[in-house]
């Protein structure tokens, strides 16, 4: 069984950063897609980045500039550093591990709140 673990989240006023990460049991890992999602109040779940084990990455047009993913497949992590936070950034983020359909799994969630 695959097992997601967030840390990382909390409050942080408008213009502060946040680093998010997340630990994987996984085998895996190493071989699969990792990503960080979020889900806002009344909004559907959004991909926020997610990076290959090759080390390629992708971004939401929203966090561009701003968010920075990475990954560490010999402690089996990944990690969001999120700078410039604004406050539509407030959301639960999850960890997401992708193999494939028949592997995708998600973390619990860690709640992020940008406010003054």
């Known amino acids: 069984q695959v097992q997601l673990v967030e840390s990382g989240g909390g409050l942080v006023q408008p213009g502060g950063s946040l680093r998010l990460s997340c630990s994987a049991s996984?085998?895996?890992?190493?071989?699969?897609?990792m990503g960080w999602y979020r889900q806002g109040p009344g909004k559907q779940r959004e991909l926020v980045a997610r990076?290959?084990?090759?080390?390629?990455?992708d971004y939401a047009d929203s966090v561009k500039g701003r968010f920075t993913i990475s990954r560490d497949n010999a402690k089996n992590t990944i990690s969001l550093q999120m700078n410039s936070l604004k406050p539509r950034d407030t959301a639960v983020y999850y960890c997401?591990?992708?193999?494939?359909?028949?592997?995708?799994?998600w973390g619990q969630g860690t709640q992020v709140t940008v406010s003054s």
């Open positions: 997401n591990l992708f193999r494939g359909p028949s592997y995708n799994y």
């Open positions: 990076i290959t084990n090759g080390g390629s990455t």
């Open positions: 996984a085998s895996i890992f190493s071989i699969s897609v």
